[in-house]
């Protein structure tokens, strides 16, 4: 069987890099090719050297607010590598029309909401402050818009009384790591439908 290869880019901790990586094996459709980083200092570059997982750094901040020459340097690696699906997983750079149009239907993302609701930051935050009941991940296709493109996994996290953005963030966070694994087997053996997680 020929595995689909697998990118994470990251710009943090990568704990959902880390979850992706470790659930790549046995009769998983994909392996992953390479971890990419904007930032050398991305706690997640060495978890996944760690893991013999190749590596590679593309700055962004040599290039300003030039985010096409910052996107036509990040591609090289990804070319390289012979990647088939991207996933972004706390890449904290917002990516142009141009660099999403290379990679339609094979780029996922995390984001700490459910959405449609609560793009971009302080999800968490603006979730208790909205009085919310329910807040959660999703995992979804990436095209150009922030935050849009179909829905392929949802998980939902009851919001306590006594929450803070922390607390919250947390608990959402270990749903972050069990959705994205169970969504990347979906997607890299072709399931597109839905996870609904509870
Ligand atoms: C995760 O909570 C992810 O959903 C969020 O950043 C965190 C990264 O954590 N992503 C975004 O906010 C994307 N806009 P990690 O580096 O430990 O995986």
Known sequence: MSHKRVAILISGGGSNMVALLDSMRGDHPARPCLVM????????????????????VVDHRPFGGDRAAFEAELIKPLIAA?????????FMR???????????G????????????YRG???????????????GCTVHEVTPELDEGPIL??????????DTPERLAARVLVQEHALYPAVLRRFAGGMREPLLMP
């Open 94 to 104: 917002v990516l142009t029309a141009g660099f999403v149009g290379q990679w339609t």
């Open 121 to 135: 930051l302080h999800t968490h935050a603006r979730a208790l402050e909205a009085g919310e009941r329910e807040h």
């Open 153 to 162: 996994g949802q998980a939902r996290v009851p919001v306590r009384a006594d």
């Open 82 to 90: 012979q990647t088939d699906i991207v996933c972004l997983a706390g």
């Open 37 to 56: 980083s904007n930032d050398a200092s991305a706690g997640g570059l060495a978890k996944a050297a760690e893991r013999g997982v190749a590596t590679a």
């Open 106 to 117: 094979r780029m996922l993302n995390i984001h700490p909401s459910l959405l449609p609701k």
